[in-house]
């Protein structure tokens, strides 16, 4: 039997057996133990039946960082039904072609986001739609005109080779691509992180990122892998994060670099709050190469930032720097994790020690590929090896320094955003004969987009016109 089509006890059934008193997750005012989340999901799964979601079925979620999308995400995994993630961030018209792309048979959402998702399946009939809403006396995670299906068997075994999620990229083509996770994926990462991090049963992982990307996903599954407790926030507040880590021994925070620097204007604010409790024994920096002067600035706060290198496709990290190298390799992503092998590649051959090529990746938590997309599968991942398409070099040491993400690729606020996807909205204009992006330095954003266009010869139009356009058709961090 190969180690993909091994099935394992459910990992949350089995923390709310072994530990079910311990804190599973912390959001808002809501406190709940793993035996109170099992039975949630159990509630949830049931009411998702009733609904019709059978196992395979694509699901797409429209929600908030909250109770509900975590319930949901382990809801499905009973269903073994797909979770397609959506970010709230989208426009309309990036939300209906995800949706028509993926072929998704339901939409779920929360109910701040129920007008959109009601506007969507008016626009896709095929749609089922349902919204998730919190009682407000019993805080129970509800499927809104629902009952409990007791018919529909619950799975209690997990296939590590069975899709968990289909997360959508962008693509260099100009449209996104919906990367497939698998259990695997998810369990593998976590066992290679807390061997390069550690683990501690007391352990509290603040999850600030949205739960949307692979980066904020994959922490409540290391929650249940682990057995160890997550403090949720719905939004990511600097004063808010800081008051978290002292107040509520947060021990492990994934954060990208403008949350970071935020964290640290607000520290530096608040002439009180000069240094972070000692239980804070990790923050994991993703979200591309960090500044080096925000790396000396954790330093000359005893803040222990552990760069990481990682993708939608490698399952969040694929490269870690191990708490005890994150001074003496400062600038460094650090080694591969247990689980992955890495090489990079110059003009078809091995570099050498410290000349910069093209990382590819390897391993059980890399994607087997683009779903409904063969061929974008076969010009990214050959014989196993993803071709990440950044760049960077290994020193003598096989520590990773990463130069610079994909050559078209900017980075800014930690959400990817590609040129290819702006210029193809932008030529949708009538006036417009011509586009190019790239990105543009920001020091805030760390990167912002920036646009030329060449117009028709009988058209004068100021630049206005062609942002109000794309506001209509792309998400606000891609403007």
Not at 67 to 90: E, G
């Amino acid at each position: 039997m190969n180690a993909s089509d091994t099935l394992l006890p459910n990992w949350l059934t089995r923390c709310a057996k072994n530990s079910p008193k311990h804190l599973a997750i912390y959001c808002g005012e809501i406190r709940w133990s793993f035996a109170e989340l099992e039975h949630q999901v159990t509630r949830l799964a049931r009411q998702l039946a009733a609904a019709g979601v059978r196992e395979g079925n694509r699901v797409a979620l429209l929600a908030a960082n909250g109770l509900p999308y975590v319930v949901t995400v382990h809801a499905l995994t009973r269903l073994r039904a797909i979770l397609i993630p959506l970010n709230t961030r989208l426009t309309f018209e990036e939300l209906y072609w995800q949706l028509c792309d993926i072929h998704a048979s339901y939409l779920l959402s929360d109910i701040l986001h129920e007008r959109k998702t009601t506007d969507i399946t008016q626009a896709i009939p095929e749609l089922i739609q349902g919204t998730l809403q919190v009682e407000p006396e019993s805080n129970d995670i509800i499927l809104k005109g629902f009952d409990e299906d007791l018919n529909t068997p619950l799975h209690t075994l997990i296939d590590l080779s069975a899709t968990q999620a289909i997360m959508y990229t962008s693509g260099t083509t100009g449209n996104p691509k919906g990367v497939m996770i698998t259990y695997g994926m998810q369990w593998w990462n976590a066992i290679g992180s807390a061997l390069n991090l550690g683990h501690q049963h007391d352990d509290r992982w603040l999850a600030c990122l949205p739960l949307f990307h692979i980066g904020g996903l994959s922490i409540l599954f290391r929650s249940v892998i682990y057995g160890i407790s997550v403090i949720l926030h719905e939004n990511f507040d600097a004063d808010a994060v800081n008051m978290t880590i002292r107040e509520d021994h947060v021990t492990i925070i994934s954060v990208v670099a403008v949350m970071l620097q935020r964290m640290l204007a607000a520290f530096d604010d608040n002439g009180n709050q000069q240094r972070y409790p000692s239980n804070l024994r990790c923050v994991l920096l993703g979200g591309g190469p960090a500044p080096r002067s925000l790396l000396e600035d954790c330093i000359a706060h005893a803040i222990p930032v552990v760069q990481t290198y990682g993708l939608t496709e490698a399952c969040s990290q694929a490269v870690t720097l191990s708490p005890a190298d994150a001074l003496r390799k400062i600038g460094s992503a650090g080694r591969p994790l247990p689980q992955i092998q890495l090489r990079i590649i110059n003009e078809h051959r091995p570099a050498a020690t410290g000349e910069a090529g093209t990382i590819y990746l390897k391993g059980p938590s890399i994607t087997p590929g683009y779903a409904d997309q063969p061929q974008a599968t076969a010009e990214t991942i050959r014989d196993g090896w993803l071709c990440t398409g950044d760049i960077g070099y290994l020193d003598e040491e096989g520590y990773l320094y990463v130069l610079d993400r994909r050559n078209d690729l900017i980075i800014s606020g930690g959400e990817n955003v590609y040129p290819a996807e702006i210029e193809s909205v932008l030529l949708t204009h009538p006036a417009v004969a011509e586009a190019g992006v790239c990105g543009q330095p920001d020091p805030q954003w760390g990167q912002v987009p920036i646009a030329f266009v060449h117009l028709h010869a009988d058209y004068d139009i100021g630049p206005e016109a062609l942002l109000a356009h794309a506001t209509e058709r792309l998400a606000r961090y891609k403007i």
